[in-house]
């Protein structure tokens, strides 16, 4: 009894661990997102994406929330930076739920262009034609 008691918390602490480090991984492998994003490197972009889907099992719609680049989102700073190729690759990759909700301010990425006047840009149409 006490051999398997030991191997439970043995068992708890190394995935505790383990939970921790891919965590901090994760946001390491993450950690220039921005800086591509506002280069507008869409093929640095698309190689990150795929490392962190299959390195971590990730996709886009599960770590945008997380990320901020300036106090804006992924797809925010490309409209910002007018990095059509790295924008238009995020809206195309974030499930069409994830555009409609608000974003962290509670505003809407539609509502955040219109109020931002940036209706005329090659993401924003990009981002209608999604929704």
Known sequence: MMKLKTIVVASICASSVLSFNANASVEA???????????DDKS?????MRDVQSNYALKLGDYYDG???????????????????????LVKKMPKSKLAEPEKDGIALT???????????????????RM
């Open 67 to 89: 990320i901020t680049c300036n106090g804006n989102s992924l797809i925010r700073t490309a409209l910002l930076s007018n990095a059509v190729e790295s924008g238009t690759l």
């Open 44 to 48: 640095e972009l698309r190689k990150k």
């Open 29 to 39: 492998a993450l950690a220039n997102i921005c800086n591509i994003v506002q280069s």
């Open 111 to 129: 509502d955040w262009i219109a109020n931002n006047g940036l209706d005329g840009t090659e993401i924003a149409a990009v981002v209608k034609a």
